[in-house]
C-alpha cells in the first residue's frame, strides 16, 4: 500500500521557512541537506538540523494513509515547491522499497519525483525533555533577544561571544550580548533566584527572533547535557548552547557618571552619516567636541579632509566640563538605531566606557570610546 500525505500548501510554506533556517546548503554530509518527513495518527512533523538544532515543525493533515512512516527529501526542492504551490494542497507520496517519492500539487497542476534518502541514516538531537525553566508569552522571548541580537560578536577566536547569555542573578534575569567593544543588557525579569547563566548561540538566537515572534514560549532543560528545548504552538526546536564560561561583564558596568549628553536619536543618526559622508569607511572615529557651548561631531579623512556636523545638544558646562572623546561611527550608530525616543549618553571620562540609556528602562547599553 503506498504511503502519503496531503497538507496545505501555505501551511508546508511556512514549516519549511523554519526548517531551511536551520539546514545548511553547503554541507559535505548529504543527508543534511535534506528534511525529514513522518507521518503519524499525530500529523505530520517536518524536521531539519544542522546537528548543533534540531526543528520540528508540525503540521495538520488533511489526508493520510499507510501507518506511521518516514520519509528524507531535499529541504531546498521542497522549499521550492512548498513556495509555488500557493494555496493548493500538497500530497506526497512514497511507495515501499522505493527511494523517489512524488510530490502532486492540487488536483494535478504539477507533478513532482524526487530523490530520498533513507531516514535511518537521519541524525537528531537526543535526551528526554526535562524542567521548564521559563515561558514567555506575546512574543517576548523574540522579542527581547532582539534587544541584545545586534552586539553578539562574530570573532571565531572567543567562541563564547558568539550568542547572548541568558543570566540569572539573585535579583533579575538577563539577556547579554557583547562583542567587546559594545554591549547590550535588558534586564527583562526583577525576579531572580540561584545563579546559572546559559550562552545561546548566534544562529539560534537569529531563527528564534525571525520565526517566534509573536508566539508563546516555552523553554526547557534537556537530559543530553548543555542543550536547550524550545517549544512553540506547532514548533520545537532543540539547540546545543555554548560551552565556555561568559565573562564577567558586570565589571565593565559603568557604576556612575560625571557629565550627561542628551541625544535626539533621529539628528544623531543624521548626524554620523553626514559626518562618515565624505569616507568608504564606516567603522572609521568620529570625534564629540564643544563647538560654541554645543555638541559638535567631526570626521576627519587625511585623504579627502575634514567634515564638521553641528547638533543641538548642550555641552556640559563649567570649566572642569568634559573633554572630547570618539567613538567608532558604525558602533555608535547601531547603538542610536537600537534606542527608542531620546537617548542619554552618560560618561565618566574621554577614556572610560560610556552607557547609554533610553525611554526603555529594562535597556543598558555600553560602548567603548576610541582615541579622539
Not at 28 to 39: C, F, Q, S, V
Not at 343 to 366: A, K, W, Y
Request: with cysteine; proline share 3%.
Amino acid at each position: 500500500m503506498n504511503k502519503f500525505v496531503t497538507v496545505e500548501g501555505r501551511a508546508l510554506k511556512q514549516a519549511m521557512r523554519i526548517i531551511s533556517a536551520v539546514v545548511e546548503r553547503r554541507n559535505t554530509i548529504p543527508i543534511l541537506n535534506h528534511a525529514k518527513l513522518t507521518h503519524s495518527k499525530a500529523g505530520l512533523r517536518i524536521t531539519g538540523t544542522d546537528l548543533d538544532i534540531d526543528a520540528h515543525a508540525d503540521l495538520d493533515v488533511i489526508d493520510g494513509s499507510g501507518g506511521e512512516w518516514s520519509a528524507c527529501i531535499n529541504a531546498s526542492i521542497l522549499a521550492g515547491i512548498a513556495r509555488v504551490a500557493g494555496t493548493m494542497n500538497v500530497r506526497i507520496e512514497r511507495a515501499d522499497n522505493d527511494l523517489n517519492a512524488t510530490i502532486t500539487l492540487g488536483d494535478g497542476a504539477a507533478f513532482y519525483e524526487v530523490e530520498t534518502m533513507n531516514e535511518l541514516d537521519f541524525p537528531e538531537i537526543g535526551g528526554g525533555r526535562g524542567d521548564l525553566i521559563e515561558a514567555f508569552t506575546n512574543g517576548m522571548f523574540a522579542t527581547t533577544l532582539a534587544k541584545v541580537q545586534w552586539c553578539i560578536s562574530t570573532e571565531e577566536t572567543r567562541y563564547y561571544l558568539n550568542g547572548v547569555c541568558w543570566h540569572q542573578t539573585k535579583k533579575d534575569r538577563r539577556f547579554v550580548a557583547t562583542d567587546g567593544h559594545r554591549m547590550a543588557i535588558c534586564k527583562y525579569a526583577k525576579e531572580g533566584g540561584d545563579t546559572w547563566t546559559r550562552i545561546i548561540p548566534r544562529k539560534t538566537v537569529r531563527i528564534i527572533t525571525d520565526h517566534l515572534a509573536g508566539k508563546d514560549v516555552k523553554l526547557f532543560e534537556v537530559d543530553r547535557q548543555n542543550t536547550l528545548e524550545i517549544v512553540a504552538p506547532g514548533l520545537t526546536i532543540r539547540t546545543k548552547l555554548i560551552y565556555g564560561t561568559y565573562p564577567d561583564y558586570v565589571r565593565v558596568l559603568p557604576n556612575k557618571h560625571d557629565f550627561t549628553f542628551d541625544l535626539k536619536r533621529d539628528e544623531i543618526i543624521a548626524a554620523i552619516d553626514q559626518a562618515t559622508a565624505i569616507s568608504k569607511d564606516r567603522t572609521a572615529a568620529i570625534r564629540f567636541y564643544n563647538a560654541n557651548d554645543r555638541v559638535a561631531i567631526e570626521r576627519r579623512n587625511l585623504d579627502f579632509g575634514n567634515a564638521t556636523v553641528p547638533t543641538s545638544t548642550v555641552w556640559p558646562a563649567g570649566k572642569d566640563g568634559p573633554q572630547a572623546f570618539a567613538f567608532n561611527s558604525r558602533y555608535l550608530r547601531e547603538v542610536a538605531s537600537a534606542c527608542q525616543g531620546e537617548i542619554s549618553l552618560r560618561m565618566v571620562d574621554q577614556s572610560s566606557p560610556f552607557s547609554i540609556h533610553d525611554e526603555d528602562d529594562t535597556m543598558t547599553r555600553v560602548l567603548m570610546p576610541m582615541r579622539a
